[in-house]
Nanobody, 126 residues
Framework: QVQLVESGGGSVQTGGSLRLSCATS????????MGWFRQAPGKEREFVAA????????FYADSVKGRFTISRDNAKNTGYLQMNSLKPEDTATYYC???????????????????WGQGTQVTVSS
């Protein structure tokens, strides 16, 4: 059974930092690309960042580029999203997801992933 469990969410003030983790099980993690998405109330789920299976390629939404860093530790079957310089507009539920097959960065920015976590809430106050 495949499981993805996010952790690390919370409440911070503008300019603060959080580090999200995504612990996976039930799949060979190193063969999966991993993505982070977020969804604010009343809005569609949007792409935040993605990383290839071996970590050699990373991709970011323009809104988080330079502030967020995606990484992974395949030995621990865990992915991470380091979020710095947080803004109120970053407030959302954050989800991690994995997918086996992808061909272009555009694939990773769509929501057609194989498995999803349950989400972790991030709230940034001004």
């Amino acid at each position: 059974q495949v499981q993805l469990v996010e952790s690390g969410g919370g409440s911070v003030q503008t300019g603060g930092s959080l580090r999200l983790s995504c612990a996976t099980s039930g799949r060979t993690f190193s063969t999966d690309a991993m993505g982070w998405f977020r969804q604010a109330p009343g809005k569609e789920r949007e792409f935040v960042a993605a990383i290839s299976g071996l970590g050699g390629s990373t991709f970011y939404a323009d809104s988080v580029k330079g502030r967020f860093t995606i990484s992974r530790d395949n030995a621990k079957n865990t992915g991470y999203l380091q979020m710095n310089s947080l803004k109120p507009e970053d407030t959302a539920t954050y989800y991690c997801a994995v997918r086996r097959r992808w061909y272009t960065s555009a694939d990773l920015k769509r929501t057609e992933y194989d498995y999803w976590g349950q989400g972790t809430q991030v709230t940034v106050s001004s």
